[in-house]
């Protein structure tokens, strides 16, 4: 069994822990998890939750949510809501299948739901611009003509020793969306459908399985054969961006289930390849659905027109804008909201600092100098709600600062 080490996210490791890890820890070439080291020495672990090797096949790291019972894979589902969220959630997490898998203990970590709403969210991206096509061989018995090249070994066994001399055996060339690269997202669809038909609640992921199905319907003429080494001979033009990364998906799915349907039913997973999930994105991504699901078209995200971040100066920062009531948003994966009086003046100096940029203010139809604009972290907290309908943003002031505020949203539990 390999020894390992557990902690919570955004906790410090002891001396003697640090002593054993240090050794190992190589942060300019491993991410491990986000482990770092303070300005007095201290190893601290981030914002990501998952295990990875500290060296390899012999001591591993688990790095486990800060808040109890918490259902990370509720928060990324609903992320599915808006397909304008659901093209993010590659930024949350990340699985390498090329190094050992872990066997571990002491937690119960659910990994494949990941791969499967990430799948689907890409799917349902491909179907909405439509199927590509591609061409394939087909081998087939023609009734009175010839298609391609005559196949004679066949065409002696399967006509002409049974004098069928209507007909010929060709193989032939056809430009189909039946291709190997449709087929084999097929074969993913497949084995999420018995993975999740076996795993999931159909009443708690109801939108998840009305998508599965969906997508299901749209490959209805699609055939899941393909074997292992078909798989292996795909390759995708970059210019399909979506395929690409589908594909990618497609082939880990059936890897993490050995290429066994079987293997779908098992709901314990014992072992598991290095992973991460950056719980801070995770988080943000989960505030925007909320609060698109309240306020719709009125909340903006941090990007630019183009879908890239903004990180060059202007509003490269800021979670959201709330552009009726001209609010700034921040959302802050920190529990120190939930104290009262308290907070971290790093967040309050860079919202500040953003709410005096012309860039910002231009979005929100400022001009003047001297409006002060409203300011709101967004926290967890597990006292407070769980949607942001028919709420005030503006929840509760900080008072050491003028029109700051915060918002708690209750995290979804197990």
């Known amino acids: 069994m390999d020894s390992h080490f557990v902690i919570k996210e955004q906790g410090r490791f002891s001396e003697q822990q640090k002593t054993e890890i240090s050794q190992y820890l190589d942060l300019k070439t491993n991410f491990k998890l986000g482990l770092g080291f303070d ?31 918490l259902d990370y894979v509720k928060m990324f589902v609903h992320c599915l809501h808006h397909y304008e969220i659901s093209k993010f959630i590659k930024e949350v997490y990340h699985i390498d299948f090329q190094k050992t898998q872990i066997e571990i203990q002491n937690a119960n970590w659910d990994l494949t739901p990941f791969l499967v709403v ?9 179907t909405t611009q439509g199927l590509k096509s591609n061409y394939i061989i087909r081998d087939q018995n023609l009734n009175g003509k010839i298609k391609g090249k005559i196949l004679f070994s066949q065409q002696l066994k399967k006509n002409i020793v049974s004098k069928r001399e209507d007909r010929i ?26 993975y999740t038909a076996k795993h999931l609640d159909k009443e708690k992921y109801k939108l998840l399985f009305q998508k599965q199905n969906r997508l299901l319907s749209v490959f209805d003429s699609i055939s899941e054969n393909i074997s292992y ?22 082939k880990k799915i059936l890897r993490r289930f050995g290429y066994s349907y079987m293997n779908t ?19 943000e991504l989960y505030v925007y659905s909320l609060l698109k699901d309240a306020y719709g078209s009125k909340i903006m995200y941090q990007l630019s027109d183009d879908g890239k971040r903004q990180t060059r100066g202007h509003y490269g920062d800021i979670d959201f804008m709330k552009l009726d009531d001209k609010i700034l948003i921040d959302a802050k994966y920190k529990e120190i909201y939930t104290q009262d009086g308290k907070y971290d003046i790093d967040n309050i100096r860079q919202l500040s600092g953003y709410a005096r940029d012309w860039g910002v203010l231009r979005k929100l139809n400022i001009t003047s100098e001297n409006e002060v604009i409203d ?3 967004i926290y967890p907290d597990k006292t407070s709600n769980d949607n942001f309908k028919d709420r005030e943003l503006k929840e509760a002031s900080i008072k050491q600062f003028i029109k700051f505020y915060k918002c708690g949203i209750k995290l979804p539990s197990k």
């Not at 039913?265 to 988080?283: Q, R």
């Open 39 to 69: 300005n007095i020495g201290q190893l601290w672990s981030s914002y990501y939750i998952g295990i990875d090797w500290i060296k390899e096949k012999e001591i591993y790291i688990a790095v486990e949510p800060k808040i109890e019972n």
């Open 118 to 126: 990430h799948f689907l969210s890409l799917v349902e991206s491909i």
């Open 169 to 194: 055996y060709c193989r032939f060339q056809e430009y189909s969306t039946d291709c190997l690269e449709n087929r084999l997202l097929k074969k993913a669809l497949l084995f999420v459908q018995r």
């Open 229 to 250: 080494s078909e798989i292996k001979r795909i390759k995708i033009n970059a210019l399909y961006k979506e395929y690409v990364e589908a594909i990618g998906l497609a």
């Open 265 to 283: 039913y098992s709901k314990v997973e014992k072992k598991l390849p290095p992973f991460w999930i950056d719980m801070s994105k995770l988080f």
């Open 375 to 377: 300011c709101v972290i």
